[in-house]
């Protein structure tokens, strides 16, 4: 399955141009400057520490003044910068102390992986406020200040795309790629590393998706036979190779592909999740039942693999019902039966779905979708069917906000939600949720408030929430509060 300070205007400070790089070296300057920064430590009133963080800042420019090519006082800058919460600052003066002085790297590195988290976090609280633009500019100046982590572009690229800014998707996307598959990968231990490669599908898929969209099917295939090089049993990238092949009209080599993965005994919950998930794009919708019923046994609580399986088998009824028309007698009758274990198997997962995640229009109207079906082919019980398809409809009609297309992210010990909030009636109120972890038991094993700005009716609006997560928390849910 991210953490925040304001930002402050830099505070400017003009000097000659460099002529030559030197070592650092120490100075009156820089020694009142370490006495500024001694103080503000021992400091605590934000006030003094305050005070003191910005005598360092003019200080550090009287002796640039003097001495423009000591990086010592540009790193003194960075640091002070970084304290007084101004990001922009200190990744200016900190990019110039370490263009003076490379041996700096190591450090720098470490305070901007300090930075990339503040700014990160302020992304998500941003975000998780209603304003995503706001947040989108915190992400781009947490990739700005460090490019050694994936998440920030990861986050970023879910945004836009749930924006409809495809260009800009793309963008971030192939950005992260280029972390997840750049230097920073050496090295990683068997946790990270398979955090990464999972990011890295995560990105080729959406990369893929966005050039399907733009029927570019042979560029698709390429980024996952690229994959599928490095990772030849990857059932996730086995089974969206199939679907590009499908979706470029190469049907015959995607049905191999699908039925030597449905045959596969060793696949875990995800893994058939994601498969189900290609088969039920490429429209092969029994097939990705299948996959989701097994998921679903693995784990009973996923919401994504409850919803997938009540589109998946809305798919199957489409065509049953296609196949009914025109038929009578034991011919419709034959497939009424098929009609029925449809939607009884649409109703137990929307009902379990609705548990978890109960702010879901959607799946609401499908399980009343699933009911009127019911009601039209179980005549001894149709009565206690209508009165259950008003009552649904009446939930659905009475919901003040839609909640859909939750997606999370990973990183360390902790999980981002991000998903789209769908304004149905009060627009301007304030979303109050409680969003769970859940282990494989369905237990709550880490809990997180969140209050989200409810959008214009018929208008969309991404939000995010970020929670520590232990490493049992295998599915979500969340309640209103």
């Known amino acids: 399955m991210k953490r925040v300070a304001g930002l402050l205007l830099a505070l400017s400070t003009l000097v000659p141009a460099v002529a030559h790089a030197q070592k650092p070296s120490n100075s009156k300057e820089t020694r009142s400057a370490d006495v500024y920064f001694d103080n503000a430590a021992k400091s605590n009133l934000d006030s003094e520490k305050k005070e003191q963080l910005e005598l360092a800042l003019s200080i550090t420019a009287e002796g640039l003044q003097k001495d423009p090519n000591n990086p010592k006082l540009w790193f003194q800058r960075g640091k002070a910068y970084e304290l007084l919460g101004d990001i922009v600052g200190a990744d200016t003066s900190y990019a110039k102390a370490e263009s003076m002085y490379p041996e700096y790297k190591a450090d720098i590195d470490k305070q901007r992986q300090s930075m990339w988290v503040t700014a990160f976090n302020n992304a998500v609280k941003k975000i998780q406020a209603g304003d995503a633009q706001a947040g ?14 994936p998440e920030a572009l990861q986050t970023l690229g879910s945004i836009y795309l749930q924006m409809g800014d495809l260009a800009n998707a793309e963008k971030a996307y ?159 009758a034959a497939v009424d039966a098929k009609l029925k274990t449809q939607y009884q198997a649409i109703i137990a997962a929307a009902e379990s779905g609705l548990k978890l995640a109960p702010m879901n229009a959607t799946m609401l109207m499908r399980l009343a979708a699933a009911q009127r079906g019911m009601s039209d082919i179980d005549a001894p019980n149709a009565a206690d069917w209508r009165n259950k398809v008003l009552a649904t409809l009446e939930k659905n009609e009475a919901l003040p906000f839609s909640i859909s297309e939750i997606h999370t992210a990973t990183s360390d010990k902790s999980v981002t939600l991000t998903g789209t909030i769908y304004g149905l009636s009060k627009p301007g109120s304030q979303a109050k949720l409680r969003f769970h972890l859940l282990d494989k038991d369905g237990n709550s094993v880490a809990q997180k408030e969140a209050t989200i700005t409810v959008p214009a009716k018929d208008e969309r609006a991404p939000f995010s929430v970020e929670m520590d997560a232990p490493e049992s928390a295998v599915s979500w849910k969340y309640e209103v509060i």
């Not at 500019?137 to 050694?148: E, P, T, W």
């Not at 733009?214 to 089974?239: I, K, T, W």
């Open 174 to 332: 192939r950005d992260e790629l280029t972390i997840l598959r750049g230097p920073n990968r050496k090295g990683l231990d068997e946790k990270k590393e398979a955090e990464w490669a999972e990011a890295e599908l995560s990105a080729v898929r959406a990369l893929a998706t966005m050039l399907a969209q733009q029927d570019r099917f042979g560029d698709a295939e390429a980024m996952y036979r690229e994959l599928l090089s490095r990772s030849p049993e990857n059932p996730a990238v086995m089974s969206n190779l199939a679907l590009m092949l499908s979706r470029g009209g190469k049907t015959a080599e995607a049905n191999d592909i699908y039925a030597k993965l449905l045959g596969r005994t060793d696949l875990t919950g995800t893994q058939l999740l994601n498969v189900g998930i290609a088969l039920h794009n490429a429209g092969q919708y029994d097939r990705a039942a299948d996959a989701f019923t097994r998921a679903s046994e693995m784990n009973p609580y996923s919401v994504d693999v409850l919803d997938f399986a009540v589109n998946s088998r809305s798919g199957i009824v489409d065509a049953l019902n296609k196949e009914k028309e025109g038929k009578t007698g034991a011919a419709a």
């Open 136 to 149: 989108i500019a915190d992400l781009k100046l947490a990739d700005r200040i460090y490019r050694g982590r």
